[in-house]
């Protein structure tokens, strides 16, 4: 494919609610759109960096300053084969895992729009449907929270995931196990607790939680693992895995027992296939996270997600 030019758009949209995790409350999904033409066609991609550096070191700002200095530069007024070969063009740019993967997610679509194919088509995904669950954070009290799961379980969502964070955890997960003691039910932390606080969160392992989500910090593979000893509950790990090679590395040394895939946290949709590939061979499933995407970012998730080992 030959690349005419890339443009760059910059949305602020509110949310239907604020959302609130371990290491902020945000109002407004903040997001770059990229649009890249060839040949008389547009591939639209979402780039899923937050605006602030909570969740990432990468950010609405610095996904912008990358992908206009370094990133597009290396793919404008060029011919790009195909995805492999844009791997290989941004491989010399370290980090910057969401920037890469949403001008991978234009190049996806572009593809799908030359050849007619979906991109659930294009990765091999066998599903027509997917369930889905829902990301709630942190409420203003235990009443509020039930409140909120039960409107949430009227809409039809299949999982509920409840983020914690320090005085805020066991409490108000086992009020919600308490009134709903039937439903699919995990946590996550985003890397609020070290291995010392985290002793808190072992009576958890008594509310039959489908996983426990990055309790630990980012770079502490090895604190998990030794944390997951001290639990029969899963220990799923989101932030830590930026590279297939995490993957292996967390699971070789029981870091974790499930994996949360972000296309854009790991550089793009193909290294979330990598990932899912080997966690299948290795008989471990996944599911595939959120980031509070717009459409765009939402349905290239909805196409990984119909691959055979997103099983949660
Ligand atoms: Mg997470």
Redesign the pocket.
């Known amino acids: 494919m030959f690349i005419e030019t890339v443009i760059l758009h910059h949305l602020r949209m509110p949310l239907k609610s604020p959302f609130e995790t371990s290491f902020g409350r945000v109002f407004n999904r903040d997001c770059v759109l990229l649009e890249v033409l060839s040949d008389g066609l547009s591939g639209y991609g979402e780039c899923v960096a937050d605006w602030d550096p909570g969740y990432s070191y990468e950010t609405v700002s610095t996904s912008w300053v990358v992908l206009l200095e370094f990133m597009l530069p290396q793919v404008v007024g060029r011919e790009v084969k195909d995805i492999e070969h844009l791997q290989q063009i941004l491989g010399n740019i370290k980090g910057h895992n969401m920037a890469k993967a949403s001008l991978e997610m234009a190049f996806w679509d572009l593809i799908g729009k030359r050849t007619g194919h979906s991109l659930a088509t294009l990765l091999g995904g066998h599903r027509k449907s997917v369930e889905v669950g829902v990301s709630i954070g942190i409420q203003d009290s235990s009443v509020d929270l039930i409140k909120t799961v039960s409107s949430y379980l009227h809409d039809g969502y299949r999982r509920i995931k409840l983020k914690i964070k320090p005085g805020r955890d066991v409490q108000d997960v086992s009020s919600v196990r308490k009134e709903f003691p039937n439903i699919v039910l995990q946590v996550?932390a985003?890397s609020a607790y070290n291995l010392d606080t985290a002793e808190a969160l072992l009576p958890l392992d008594q509310m039959d939680l489908l996983l426990i989500?990055?309790p630990l910090a980012e770079d502490d593979l090895w604190d998990h693992h030794k944390l997951q000893q001290k639990f029969v509950t899963p220990i799923c790990l989101?932030?830590s895995i930026t590279h297939p090679r995490h993957a292996r590395q967390a699971l070789e040394m029981d870091a974790c027992r499930i994996i949360?895939i972000k296309p854009g946290r790991v550089g793009g949709v193909s290294q979330g296939v990598k990932i899912h590939n080997f966690c299948e061979s290795a008989n471990v499933p996944v599911w595939c996270?959120g980031m509070l995407e717009t459409g765009v970012g939402r349905a290239a998730n909805l196409a990984l997600a119909s691959l055979s080992n997103f099983k949660l």
Do not use: L, S, V
């Open positions: 996550d985003n989500e990055q989101d932030e949360n996270g």
